[in-house]
């Protein structure tokens, strides 16, 4: 697979790899060779073990209707999810190695310091941690570029979460998300990157958990400089994360749709483009179709609006109307008000 190499300058492409390794180092390092090919601009990890996000009680689950871990219980779900801490050092070189920037999602103070010990240079603060401002305090004491996704959270919690950030604001960005996996386009409300936008003052993006790429070109057509996908290389292969993944070809056909859309996006100014120079040409305008002698009457039948574009505006034909002509005309002569008296 070629790789893409027209990136968009402004739109900053996320492999999110997740669990999607399914436990073998083999295959991650796969999944940032796949990466980099389809035109990521980088690769992100999350960087947890199952002791710090819960209590192994079987209690303390997944609920029994939700459409992909429906009764699991989070220790259970967390300990086969996680990327295994060993293993973020080399899949951090790698991904440098093909020029991808390689990040991850800390959820507690120790992974931001091992993360910390890989020169990581951005934190994602996941959708379920933007409460926790002590984490993103933390986080954002490090200096590093920042990014928040907002899935689930309220205006007044993603407040709290952005002025936890206040020291790193200049590097701070805001995702809209809807944690639901899979979630449904109807559920995107994309004109929330305009309410991100100007209630924060920050870069906005999106983590986009829907099944294709549409939703993502469409948040680039309204702005989004960030988006995040999860990437696996078959949906089939199973995994936690696969039913909401895109597969390799799908996201490269991700950059390259959005790359479009964010090219076509252009200036507000209104005016007709260069590449439009022959279709104005070929416009309608006003043509002499039959010969004419002078003074005699300009008519429908011996003047019309006819392609191409070398007569008289169209907008001049009934001031033309029934005035004389000022000499002897051929048919596919131009016509203007100079030819009639």
Not at 2 to 11: E, G, L
Not at 60 to 85: C, D, N, R
Not at 272 to 287: G, I, K, N, V, Y
Request: negative net charge.
């Amino acid at each position: 697979m070629d790789r893409v190499t027209n990136v968009a300058p402004n739109i900053f492409y996320v492999a999110e790899i997740s669990a999607n390794h399914l436990g073998s180092l083999d295959r991650a390092h796969n999944l940032i060779d796949l990466a980099a090919s389809a035109g990521a601009s980088a690769i992100k990890l999350q960087t947890y073990k199952p002791e710090t996000m819960t209590l192994p009680l079987k209690e303390f689950a997944i609920s029994k209707h939700h459409e992909l871990w429906g009764g699991v219980p989070l220790y259970q779900l967390y300990k086969e999810a996680m990327t295994p801490w060993e293993w973020h050092e080399e899949l951090f070189e790698h991904a440098r190695e093909v020029k991808l920037e390689a990040f991850s999602s800390p959820f507690d103070s120790s992974a931001v310091d091992f993360l910390e010990s890989l020169d990581c240079q951005t934190y994602k603060i996941a959708s379920m941690e933007t409460g926790d401002v002590d984490l993103i305090s933390y986080a954002a004491s490090k200096g590093k570029r920042m990014i928040i996704s907002t899935g689930a959270s309220t205006l007044e919690e993603i407040e709290d979460a952005v002025n936890a950030a206040e020291n790193v604001r200049d590097k701070l960005a805001v995702l809209v998300c809807t944690s639901s996996y899979p979630s449904d386009a109807s559920d995107a409300h994309l004109n929330r990157i305009f309410t991100l936008k100007d209630k924060f003052k920050v870069e906005v993006g999106i983590s986009d958990h829907t099944l294709g790429i549409g939703v993502s070109v469409a948040a680039i057509a309204l702005g989004a400089t960030i988006v995040e996908k999860h990437l696996t290389i078959k949906r089939s292969d199973g995994g936690h994360d696969a039913a909401f993944s895109l597969e390799p070809d799908e996201f490269k056909l991700l950059v390259e749709e959005g790359n479009k859309a964010e090219a076509s996006l252009g200036a507000p100014k209104w005016s007709f483009q260069d590449s439009e120079a022959e279709s104005r040409r070929l416009r309608r305008s006003l043509f002499i179709v039959k010969p004419v002698n002078k003074g005699e009457i300009a008519t429908r039948e011996n003047v019309k609006a006819l392609r191409p574009n070398m007569g008289g505006p169209i907008k001049d034909i009934n001031q033309i109307m029934g005035k004389r002509f000022k000499k002897n005309y051929q048919a596919g002569d131009a016509a203007s008000l100079d030819c009639v008296e």
